[in-house]
């Protein structure tokens, strides 16, 4: 017979069997669910659907091997040639689709400047690096089938872009593909990834692949960018027939996840942590018992080490006891008033409650900050954190927030923070200026909002006289965005001469597991005149209440911790949207400050609150982007203070500013995509 005919004869037979096969498993989940009748019977009918969809996918895994053997038989009897693909070819390809060819072995790890492992039980590996226009991956992971990593605009699979390779008799394939949902991925018209390498050994499969920052195929592949990326990964325990079809990469069952990963994170300074003159101390809490509430805020104080001279601190890292990684939202340090001996309680205490010291009190410019996702952060190296010195702290006070919205009871935690020093003092102080909202209740985010965006405000009135005291910008070399679960986005917009001259962070695709303090280079400077607004882009289809700012995961928050130098004395620049004018869009005139906003004026609404009346308001998505336009045309109350004790320099700190303006951005001249 002829190649095609062969090829015709042997998609008969495995249409044929996988057609019998699927008919047999809808009789059976027919069957299972006949005769339900309450609740038990439902909950014992979906085990046995569970079971049935093992058989299943144990059937069709023997109709794989099944097809083999019928096709090697085939090429015994010279019915079908050895080596060719069902269109003919001798590379596997189809439509022109030409994978390429193994052209080296192992790579060197080294090599790369970022890893992350995807799953749990450390069987898939991803190294990657990239450099203005590429990015490069090596996919190492723990299978003889194919293997797949995906780009995903929210952590699922409809609308990723996907890529899948595999190696089979010493052959390397990578494919271009598209999710349309829960199904296979479609072959993209044209394929933008280019395969470097690809080989197996008796446990894994590893390959070397790279594609454009910006593909050229806007349609079907998604641009990377400095955001966070939802990655999408899978393996199967078996190679594809074919490139696409029925023969095509099948389902790869629980061998699937999604990690949330900044890929273009700027690479860690280097720092030689067995150099004699780094030391270390640990700030631990002693073995606490998580209060078992949704949200507690933890703090105890501690002594800094007694220094002869200045020393430089130049890496922070935390310390999370194993097993209670999910209870961790946060920890920060702060630094308490210079000459304050803020005591140190034997387990501590909770933190913002009326019984805790009152020198904790004086403790409230930031010193080091770690949030869920992040890791370690190093300075450059020509900055420091300053310790030592007669204007640096002699305590600190370590603040954990607890996240226990299971309620769990009796579990103890010894995390902390670890902070690296030296006595090598380098050229510069660091900084750091938290701007953003306010944190208080009068920060509401409406329930049913696609996308509702808040804005503070870091005002020149705040700003330009510290700037003036120092003589000279300041240099912006690291930020960390900060909101919490309904937060999708958050950017800080630099404004010079009412245009939008940088970002000092920006995240398009926030996500709240993931907090990483974010290198910045080249360094960007902020000069007098300057002004900073900060936007956080919420949702909350899912939502019913208003969300307020607070605390708690559940409440929000919208900020960005700048790290800076040189030195000056501000901590905070941030601003609050008056909650007089928000109670106009309810009808309601005037209102207590503090939550849940009795209400003044008019009397016919007396004794009531302002919470009650938002919640009562019949919110749509119309009418949350209705309240968003109306929340930005209000004026907002400016807070500007540095360190305890320090003199202010400004004014601004509790006085009314209208927002400020839009600012107006440079035209870009060419969208083109370099190489397309």
């Known amino acids: 017979q002829s190649q095609g005919s062969c090829e015709r004869w042997w998609l008969v037979i495995v249409t044929m069997a996988t057609f019998a096969t699927f008919l047999l498993a809808f009789a059976g989940i027919g069957s299972l669910f006949a005769d339900v009748r309450g609740q038990d019977q439902y909950l014992n009918a979906l085990s046995d659907l569970r079971q049935l969809v093992t058989d299943i996918d144990g059937t069709l895994q023997e109709l794989?091997?099944?097809?083999?053997?019928?096709?090697?038989?085939?090429?015994?009897?010279?019915?079908?040639?050895?080596?060719?693909?069902?269109?003919?070819?001798?590379?596997?390809?189809?439509?022109?689709?030409?994978?390429?060819?193994?052209?080296?072995?192992?790579?060197?790890?080294?090599?790369?400047?970022?890893?992350?492992?995807m799953d749990e039980n450390d069987r898939y590996l991803l190294l990657w690096k990239f450099d203005s226009e590429t990015i490069t991956f090596e996919a190492q992971v723990q299978t003889t089938g194919f293997v797949g990593l995906g780009f995903s605009p929210n952590g699922g699979m409809t609308g990723s872009d996907v890529i899948i390779g595999w190696v089979k008799d010493g052959q390397a394939y990578?494919?271009?593909?598209?999710?349309?949902?829960?199904?296979?991925?479609?072959?993209?018209?044209?394929?933008?990834?280019?395969?470097?390498?690809?080989?197996?050994?008796?446990?894994?499969?590893?390959?070397?692949?790279?594609?454009?920052?910006?593909?050229?195929?806007?349609?079907?592949?998604?641009?990377?960018?400095?955001?966070?990326?939802?990655?999408?990964?899978?393996?199967?325990?078996?190679?594809?027939?074919?490139?696409?079809?029925?023969?095509?990469?099948?389902?790869?069952?629980?061998?699937?996840?999604?990690?949330?990963?900044?890929?273009l994170q700027k690479e860690e300074h280097d720092l030689d942590l067995q150099d004699s003159s780094i030391l270390t101390v640990d700030f631990i809490n002693p073995n606490v018992v998580i209060p078992s509430k949704d949200t507690t805020y933890w703090c105890n104080a501690f002594r800094l080490p007694?220094?002869?001279?200045?020393?430089?601190?130049?890496?922070?890292?935390?310390?999370?006891q194993p097993g209670n990684e999910a209870l961790l939202h946060h920890i920060l340090i702060y630094q308490c008033k210079r000459g304050v001996a803020a005591p140190s309680l034997s387990e501590g205490h909770e933190c913002y409650h009326p019984n805790m010291p009152g020198e904790w009190g004086d403790c409230y410019t930031i010193m080091a900050a770690w949030?869920?996702?992040?890791?370690?952060?190093?300075?450059?190296?020509?900055?420091?954190?300053?310790?030592?010195?007669?204007?640096?702290?002699?305590?600190?006070?370590?603040?954990?927030?607890?996240?226990?919205?299971?309620?769990?009871?009796?579990?103890?935690?010894?995390?902390?923070?670890r902070l690296y020093y030296t006595p090598n003092a380098r050229q510069y102080d660091a900084g750091i200026l938290e701007s953003g909202i306010r944190v208080t209740s009068s920060h509401i985010v409406p329930p049913q909002a696609e996308s509702f965006?808040?804005?503070?405000?870091?005002?020149?009135?705040?700003?330009?006289?510290?700037?003036?005291?120092?003589?000279?910008?300041?240099?912006?070399?690291?930020?960390?965005?900060?909101?919490?679960?309904?937060?999708?986005?958050?950017?800080?917009?630099?404004?010079?001469?009412?245009?939008?001259?940088?970002?000092?962070?920006?995240?398009?695709?926030?996500?709240?597991?993931?907090?990483e303090t974010r290198i910045i280079e080249p360094e960007i400077d902020i000069k007098e005149g300057d002004e900073l607004i900060t936007e956080c882009r919420y949702r909350s289809t899912h939502m019913r209440t208003t969300t307020h700012g607070g605390l708690s995961s559940r409440d929000e928050m919208c900020q960005n911790y700048l790290q800076y130098y040189p030195r000056i004395k501000l901590d905070y620049c941030n601003s609050l949207t008056d909650i007089n004018h928000l109670a106009q869009f309810f009808g309601v005139q005037s209102v207590d400050w503090s939550f849940p906003f009795q209400i003044y004026s008019p009397?016919?609404?007396?004794?009531?609150?302002?919470?009650?009346?938002?919640?009562?308001?019949?919110?749509?998505?119309?009418?949350?982007?209705?309240?968003?336009?109306?929340?930005?045309?209000?004026?907002?109350?400016?807070?500007?203070?540095?360190?305890?004790?320090?003199?202010?320099?400004?004014d601004a700190n509790g006085q009314f500013y209208n927002p400020i303006p839009e600012p107006t951005v440079l035209a870009i001249n060419s969208t083109a995509i370099p190489g397309c």
């Open 64 to 117: 794989k091997a099944d097809v083999q053997d019928i096709k090697a038989a085939l090429q015994q009897q010279n019915i079908c040639t050895q080596g060719n693909s069902i269109d003919g070819t001798t590379t596997g390809g189809t439509d022109g689709i030409t994978p390429e060819l193994l052209i080296s072995g192992p790579p060197a790890v080294g090599e790369f400047t970022h890893h992350a492992v």
């Open 174 to 263: 990578i494919t271009d593909r598209i999710a349309e949902g829960y199904f296979q991925p479609r072959l993209d018209a044209s394929q933008d990834v280019e395969l470097l390498s690809g080989y197996e050994n008796g446990t894994h499969t590893v390959l070397r692949f790279r594609r454009k920052l910006r593909p050229c195929d806007t349609v079907d592949d998604r641009e990377i960018t400095e955001d966070t990326q939802r990655v999408i990964w899978a393996f199967s325990d078996n190679d594809p027939v074919d490139l696409d079809g029925f023969l095509g990469p099948r389902y790869h069952g629980f061998n699937r996840g999604t990690k949330s990963i900044i890929l």
């Open 306 to 320: 007694d220094l002869d001279r200045k020393h430089h601190m130049i890496r922070f890292e935390p310390i999370i």
């Open 371 to 417: 949030a869920v996702g992040g890791g370690a952060f190093t300075y450059p190296d020509h900055v420091g954190f300053s310790l030592g010195t007669d204007d640096d702290p002699d305590y600190i006070l370590l603040e954990t927030h607890y996240d226990n919205p299971n309620f769990l009871h009796g579990v103890r935690d010894s995390s902390g923070m």
């Open 453 to 515: 965006d808040s804005a503070g405000f870091c005002f020149k009135e705040c700003l330009t006289p510290y700037l003036q005291q120092l003589g000279q910008p300041i240099h912006v070399f690291a930020s960390m965005l900060h909101a919490h679960l309904l937060g999708t986005g958050v950017r800080t917009k630099l404004v010079r001469d009412g245009r939008l001259e940088t970002y000092l962070g920006r995240d398009e695709n926030y996500d709240f597991d993931l907090q």
């Open 603 to 650: 009397a016919s609404m007396s004794g009531q609150t302002l919470y009650d009346v938002m919640n009562a308001h019949p919110w749509t998505s119309a009418e949350a982007e209705r309240f968003d336009q109306f929340t930005r045309q209000g004026r907002v109350l400016g807070y500007c203070y540095g360190p305890a004790g320090s003199p202010s320099l400004s």
